[in-house]
């Protein structure tokens, strides 16, 4: 099988397409002939080599030398103490490696939306799972609450204000103004062009913000968070060369140690119930993928190029196919 591979850090030029054995499922363990994946911030701070990320994946070079977390295929093959899948089931999950033609996964898997092609189901696992557990777990969501979602018209954020109005959510969507069409399409009560207004000087108070550009100091979110809002911080700049956007987190959380609101980070968990969850909102028409830009496999490094650029619109989509059709 062709596979994404990369044995030292730097730029997008480490990675590099190679033919490796086909890998065979455990007893335990669905083999999945994938059809499409999508990068995600993680890839990219794991290529980066920055070093908080070298001291899990090695300090030198990477001890696991695959990339890649999101998919969406075919199950070609079932372990024999699989008993909910079958072969020919069409699914989509996360796992390690994934930027690759096959995949063996145990629990972080679900049947496919039914009215998803692979292409949006690849989009869904890790951006709109960390949507999901950044607005219901952390941020305690609930019918009526006021939500912000600062960097609404990225990945995670096309999902969360979508996810965001499933819970019956008033959503705030803070965008840039190319990107105030899509947050209303997606359905935002209100949408802030970020060039035109400062959100964190308006009138209106939230109890939940989910922060995803990471573009604002404590003093300015708290001016309009309620008493006892949250605040959940799912990215933030990259501008430190050592602990990358954790710099951003340490510095939010200090800065709000006294105050009543709450701020959280988080690191978004694969769970097989809520890859349900997301096939059932999906088939409900409550949750759609945004595609941005398609790629081949071969065309990987510049998919994490342009994943690089900050500037997607939802998300990149990678594909198995020989030709992929790509939006320019």
């Not at 696991?64 to 079958?86: H, M």
């Not at 309009?224 to 050592?242: H, M, S, W």
């Not at 105050?259 to 769970?271: E, I, L, M, P």
Request: glycine fraction near 8%; include cysteine.
């Amino acid at each position: 099988m062709k596979a994404i591979v990369y044995e030292k850090y730097g730029s997008p030029n480490v990675l590099e397409l190679k033919e490796m054995e086909k890998p065979s499922p455990s007893e335990d363990e669905l083999l999945v002939r994938v059809h499409a994946t999508s990068v995600n911030p993680a890839e990219w701070y794991a290529m980066k080599g920055i070093v908080v990320a070298r001291l899990m994946s090695g300090f030198f070079k990477p001890k696991n030398n695959r990339l890649g977390g999101d998919f969406a295929g075919v199950v070609e093959a079932v372990g024999k103490n699989i008993k909910d899948f079958r072969a020919g089931d069409e699914v989509f999950g996360g796992r390690s490696g994934a930027f690759a033609e096959y995949v063996c996964v145990r629990n972080a898997v679900a049947l496919k939306p039914a009215n998803s092609t692979f292409e949006q189901a690849a989009a869904l696992p890790t951006a709109a799972i960390t949507a999901l557990q950044g607005l219901r777990d952390h941020g305690k969501i609930l019918s009526g609450s006021k939500v912000l979602i600062n960097g609404a018209s990225g990945g995670v954020g096309t999902f969360a204000v979508q996810i965001a109005k499933a819970f019956d959510a008033e959503v705030t969507a803070v965008c840039s103004p190319q990107n105030v069409a899509l947050a209303i399409t997606l359905g935002a009560d209100h949408v802030v062009d970020y060039t035109k207004e400062d959100f964190t000087r308006s009138e209106r108070r939230y109890d939940l913000i989910l922060d995803i550009a990471g573009s604002r100091r404590w003093a300015e979110y708290k001016r309009v968070l309620k008493q006892d809002a949250i605040l959940v911080i799912v990215g933030a700049p990259n501008t430190n060369p050592v602990i990358g956007p954790l710099s951003h987190v340490l510095n939010m959380k200090v800065a709000a140690l006294r105050a009543s609101q709450k701020v959280v980070f988080f690191v978004a968990q694969f769970k097989r119930g809520d890859f349900a969850i997301l096939r059932e909102l999906v088939e409900s028409g409550k949750v759609t993928s945004v595609i941005d830009r398609q790629y081949e496999l071969s065309e990987l490094p510049e998919a994490m190029r342009y994943l690089g650029t900050g500037h997607a619109k939802g998300k990149i989509v990678v594909t198995m196919k020989e030709k992929a059709h790509r939006k320019k």
